[in-house]
């Protein structure tokens, strides 16, 4: 129990190298090696909220990566632990509440995942007002920006109960801080932005900030993922094709069945719009079909439906 008493802006000092180094092996999915480090290293704060947070940010990790539910129970009891490791320790540590914001907001970005809106913004709303009041944080600012502009853009789904005016603007620009100035959140506002940029038609900025993504962090799946989506929701289908190709051979090296299923559905409709060989078009279609019907994640209906829907379309037949 010694390390409860260490304030938790002190361990976020004291261990920021070690846990910029565990953060960026989950930004490369090296996650034995994270793993091996939360064993022989982290656990030490084993009775601090901040191992718990770590365990959860390698859970989302994971999800992202693979798109498979697997570790949703470890995920969620992680959750679990922290917050509960948080409300005994907030009252000697303020800074402690910094986490549970933290760890309620990774909840609310799962129940987004899982497409529960509603129930996303209460999270959201409940970790903003928590987060905000620690604005010394840069990394705080992904949540904040998220939620502003997340909160925004659902209005028309849920009335005004969680936030009142359009702050989609302030949030992009909150995501950029977090992202500028950020040490721990750095790949996730990344990820953030460049959705947040195409969702809103500024494909310039969505490419040019995944080109400098890339840059940063090197070929790696989510690295790719995000250049190929700017690639070609911007128009450019022979720079995604070009992507998208390098893809799949990270992907079919893994074990992802949505992996496998999206990036043939992708390269396919690349190939299609460049009027290039059709006959491995509707292979890659057949084959996106199969791995995306066997795939167990969450959101693979929506994925399917735009799939039957592209294989109805004159050019598909």
């Known amino acids: 129990m010694i390390f409860i008493h260490f304030l938790t802006l002190v361990i976020l000092e004291k261990e920021k190298e070690k846990i910029k180094f565990y953060l960026n092996l989950l930004w490369r999915e090296n996650y034995k090696e ?3 480090i939360e064993r022989s290293y982290f656990s030490k704060y084993k009775d601090h909220p901040i191992f718990y947070t770590l365990k959860t940010i390698r859970y989302f990790d994971y999800f992202l990566d693979n798109y498979e539910p697997d570790s949703e129970k470890e995920f ?7 917050i509960s490791l948080c409300e005994k320790l907030e009252e000697k540590d303020k800074e402690i509440r910094f986490l549970k914001g933290v760890l309620i907001a990774y909840s609310s970005m799962f129940e987004g995942i899982k497409e529960n809106y509603l129930e996303a913004l209460v999270r959201g709303f409940k970790a903003y007002n928590i987060i905000k009041k620690f604005k010394k944080y840069p990394d705080a600012y992904l949540a904040l920006g ?14 005004k109960t969680f936030i009142k005016g359009d702050r989609r603007e302030q949030g992009i620009r909150e995501i950029k801080y977090a992202m500028s100035n950020g040490v721990f959140m750095k790949a996730y506002s990344y990820d953030a932005l460049i959705e947040i940029l195409l969702r809103e038609k500024m494909r310039d900025s969505a490419i040019k900030w995944a080109e400098r993504f890339y ?8 690295t790719l993922f995000a250049l190929g989506k700017a690639y070609k929701k911007s128009g450019y289908f022979q720079r995604a094709e070009e992507i998208y190709l390098k ?7 893994q074990d992802s069945d949505y992996n ?3 990036v043939r559905l992708y390269l396919s409709e690349c190939y299609y719009v460049l009027n ?14 199969f791995f995306l019907n066997r795939s167990r994640w969450y959101r693979k209906d929506k994925v399917i439906n ?4 592209l294989k109805v379309q004159k050019f598909f037949r």
Do not use: H, P
């Open 34 to 36: 994270a793993i091996e």
């Open 76 to 82: 969620l009891e992680s959750i679990e632990r922290g």
């Open 146 to 159: 998220m939620y502003n502009y997340g909160a925004s853009v659902l209005q028309k789904y849920v009335g």
């Open 215 to 222: 840059s940063e962090f090197g070929e790696t799946r989510r």
């Open 247 to 253: 893809l799949l051979k990270v992907v079919d090296n």
């Open 260 to 262: 496998k299923g999206i």
């Open 276 to 289: 290039k060989d059709r006959e491995k078009a509707k292979e890659l279609l057949k084959e996106a079909e």
């Open 306 to 309: 735009y799939l039957n829907k």
